[in-house]
């Protein structure tokens, strides 16, 4: 089994694949009955509860020890606000699920933290399982309509700051290795946080780049508002 590449082929045509999966599939169900919603709702839950199902197994029983394969990861946070939403249909939860999902599902899909590199199971899963967390938000754009405002971005980063001061306590509970929002250690593998100081000092530097992850996500719609406004 090759080892995961993040320059590989392979990894940029399944990332290519997942993207246009995220952005094409919703436009299909406009205007469709509600039992073919729901028969996406189903799939797309499924696939997430799925994907979060064999990463505790992976980590619990592969790796033999619980404490790395609890759901308390910001993607699960996000994976639990997507299906949520599809059972509420409550804006906080899609707001939650764009800011932390965009955020933290997009820098999964681009930068998995796996071994392996395609077929390997452990990577087809993780790519799928984050992709329908941004697949769940897409949806809740093209179909329902849902969108953003400015003190969104403001409301969200308040209750992110909250968890994440939570979190802190909380893998110190469940005690070592647990490291849940990466808030004791850098995630492994290659990604952004390579770049920057080595911990506790790394948090500052995430939390001062999700805080600019916000405000750039929600940009478009501030530059689209303005034109419109002036138009």
Known sequence: M?????????????TLTCIFVIIFLPRFFINKSDFSKNILFVFISLLMLVNHGMDFFREGYGLNNWRLGLPLHLCDFSSAAVILYFITRRRELFLFAFFAGIS????????????????????????IGHSMILLGVTYAMIVDNQRPFLK???RV?????????????INLLIGTPANYWYVLEKPPGLNVTQ???????????????????CYS????????????KNS
């Not at 933290?104 to 790519?127: K, Q, S």
């Open 104 to 127: 933290g599902a997009g820098m999964a899909i681009l930068t998995p933290d796996v071994p392996y590199a395609f077929p390997n199971i452990d990577y087809v899963r993780h790519m």
């Open 157 to 169: 980063l308040i209750f992110l700051s909250i968890l994440l001061l939570f979190m802190y306590p």
């Open 195 to 213: 770049f920057m100081r080595e911990a506790p000092f790394h948090m500052i530097d995430i939390y001062i780049l999700a805080v600019i992850v």
């Open 152 to 154: 969104d971005v403001h």
């Open 217 to 228: 996500i929600y940009l478009p719609y501030f530059i689209n508002d303005k034109y419109l």
């Open 2 to 14: 090759a080892s995961f590449n993040i320059l590989g082929t392979s990894h940029i045509l399944f």
